[in-house]
């Protein structure tokens, strides 16, 4: 367990002495703001439903991004062989990093916390969607993150585990919208896969246990594909 | 106590390792020699735990891989190739880092740990300074404080002088030395020198099979039996010369080597046998009218043996 924490800890560090945290929180401050706002005065309603709705596909291509460099720079460098030398297993490693790149996940939410509160002021806002939307955000943003350090841990090329990290999540993400393509008996098996429809019944604010099951195996399935990852490319 | 039995490493149909064994004892410095790309550090990376093996046992004081690989992995000190460290962190968080991941959880065992290291390793000055800006060597030794970090009993450096200078070369050298009394170490290198002054045992390996395993002094009498003997004559010509010593012993192995025309005429006689050939040399060439300036014997290197050794089959 200390050395999750500590792997955990140094790496969640490390977005913070480099200039990539501030450089990622403030483009996805930017980007999110812009698409809330531009509709929000037109429909005139008190909730975070548009900003909700637009967080799959921004995460899909914010968190390949921020989990990119997890194992790809540590090969690349070469830091990957004295942290594999160290005593540490593959599962700690790759818990660690899941962890601090779903801490990261959640300290790019916290600045959109204004938005809420900024709301409030103006209007009668239901609390229960949002405190919803942030659960669901983080849950879907564990998600992601666990599937984009499983592209890293396929490579030592950021580009290249960012593109397959983007191209996972980009598809779990649409993947409910491409229905008419899969032949009927598919329909609901496609349909329990996609991200999208788990996270906007928790951000209504129904806390349904399938879709907390599907981003707990989410989750797992793409850690423990992490794990072999990295065995088998020893 | 590391004792390594008939390791083999694939990497697809390339055999990196072709079944090396070795055994060191403890308190022992194994030198591990060899040319660039015979599989030292994928020897190495094996022992550490890093790359499984494709056949072959790696028992570490009595445990075995890959069952105990991480009680394994904890009693060992590992300094990489080049020591890759990570470049956006000071000196000091990561080897609290490295402390942490080895399991020291008492801050001031890590503090006293640190002021220690930072002694032994002439760090005390860079503690907060960016890994990114340093130099190599002082990489290197912040490499170097890495692996000693939780005082491990096995001491595993891949080349640990490589990109050094002279001064620095000779300082770890004397951090190897100081250390292996009590622990049992194994280190590459392709600096012959380096290793004849450092190491009990030296094993050498040559395109991953092992082609000698012996102690320094043993590989060092082997080489002294065979040894050169270096002759100069003034007033001589060479034919002449030369078939004076092809009839004194027909099976010399002559060279002859280049001097200036003033100072005569120099060869090297290798001898076949182990036995001294500068009396009775001398006596035959004191019936001509040549005159000697040099009869030296000089013992093999062990270089010349790490040439043989690794040239064969080249």
């Keep these: 367990?200390?050395?999750?924490?500590?792997?955990?800890?140094?790496?969640?560090?490390?977005?913070?002495?480099?200039?990539?945290?501030?450089?990622?929180?403030?483009?996805?401050?930017?980007?999110?703001?812009?698409?809330?706002?531009?509709?929000?005065?037109?429909?005139?309603?008190?909730?975070?439903?548009?900003?909700?709705?637009?967080?799959?596909?921004?995460?899909?291509?914010?968190?390949?991004?921020?989990?990119?460099?997890?194992?790809?720079?540590?090969?690349?460098?070469?830091?990957?062989?004295?942290?594999?030398?160290?005593?540490?297993?593959?599962?700690?490693?790759?818990?660690?990093?899941?962890?601090?790149?779903?801490?990261?996940a959640a300290a790019m939410l916290v600045p959109t916390l204004s938005y809420p509160l900024f709301i409030s002021f103006i209007g009668s806002l239901d609390p229960g969607p949002v405190i919803g939307g942030y659960l669901g955000a983080i849950l879907l943003g564990g998600a992601y993150c666990s599937i984009g350090l499983f592209a890293s841990a396929l490579t030592r090329n950021q580009i290249i585990a960012f593109i397959i990290g983007c191209a996972i999540c980009f598809t779990l993400t649409i993947i409910d919208r491409m229905l008419f393509f899969v032949p009927e008996r598919l329909v609901p098996v496609v349909e329990y896969l996609g991200a999208n429809a788990h996270f906007t019944n928790i951000s209504k604010g129904i806390i349904d246990s399938r879709d907390l099951i599907y981003f707990a195996s989410v989750i797992f399935i793409f850690i423990f594909s992490t794990d072999i990852a990295m065995k088998e490319k020893n | 106590m590391i004792d390594v039995q008939n390791l083999t490493k694939y990497y697809g149909d390339f055999c990196a390792v072709d079944n090396i064994s070795l055994t060191v004892e403890p308190g022992k410095i194994l030198g591990l020699l060899g040319p660039n790309g015979a599989g030292k550090t994928t020897t190495l990376r094996m022992l550490t735990g890093f790359y499984t093996p494709t056949s072959g046992t790696i028992r570490i004081n009595e445990l075995k891989m890959p069952e105990h690989t991480l009680e394994i992995k904890s009693m060992i000190g590992y300094l990489p190739e080049s020591a890759p460290l990570y470049h956006n962190m000071l000196v000091y968080d990561y080897l609290d880092y490295v402390a942490r991941l080895k399991g020291m959880d008492n801050p001031e065992r890590r503090l006293s740990r640190f002021k220690e290291l930072g002694r032994l390793c002439g760090l005390s000055g860079i503690m907060a300074r960016p890994i990114g800006n340093l130099s190599k060597g002082l990489r290197q030794r912040v490499g170097l404080a890495h692996a000693l970090m939780s005082d491990p009993d096995i001491l595993i450096l891949d080349e640990p002088t490589s990109g050094l200078d002279p001064n620095q070369i000779a300082e770890i050298r004397d951090i190897i030395k100081g250390i292996g009394r009590e622990k049992t170490i194994i280190f590459s290198t392709h600096i012959l020198s380096e290793a004849e002054a450092t190491c009990d045992r030296i094993a050498i390996i040559n395109k991953g099979k092992k082609v000698a395993d012996?102690?320094?002094?043993?590989?060092?009498?082997?080489?002294?039996?065979?040894?050169?003997?270096?002759?100069?004559?003034?007033?001589?010509?060479?034919?002449?010369?030369?078939?004076?010593?092809?009839?004194f012993d027909p099976g010399l192995d002559i060279t002859v080597t280049d001097t200036p025309a003033s100072e005569g005429i120099s060869f090297e006689l290798c001898c076949k046998e182990d036995k001294d050939i500068?009396?009775?040399?001398?006596?035959?060439?004191?019936?001509?009218?040549?005159?000697?300036?040099?009869?030296?014997?000089?013992?093999?290197?062990?270089?010349?043996?790490?040439?043989?050794?690794?040239?064969?089959?080249?």
Excluded: C
């Design chain 1, 1 to 104: 367990m200390t050395q999750i924490k500590t792997i955990a800890l140094k790496e969640f560090k490390d977005y913070f002495i480099s200039p990539i945290a501030y450089i990622v929180i403030s483009l996805f401050l930017i980007v999110t703001g812009w698409f809330f706002f531009s509709t929000f005065f037109l429909y005139g309603r008190a909730d975070l439903r548009d900003f909700f709705a637009l967080l799959p596909i921004t995460f899909s291509f914010f968190i390949p991004a921020v989990t990119m460099r997890m194992f790809a720079e540590e090969k690349n460098v070469g830091s990957y062989e004295s942290l594999l030398t160290m005593p540490v297993s593959f599962t700690h490693i790759a818990l660690g990093k899941f962890f601090a790149a779903s801490a990261f």
């Design chain 2, 278 to 314: 500068r009396q009775d040399l001398y006596l035959s060439i004191k019936k001509t009218d040549w005159i000697v300036t040099e009869l030296v014997r000089q013992p093999l290197a062990l270089e010349e043996i790490f040439h043989e050794l690794t040239r064969e089959g080249a």
């Design chain 2, 214 to 247: 012996d102690s320094t002094e043993h590989l060092k009498q082997n080489a002294r039996h065979r040894s050169v003997v270096r002759l100069t004559l003034l007033n001589a010509e060479i034919t002449a010369a030369l078939t004076h010593l092809k009839a």
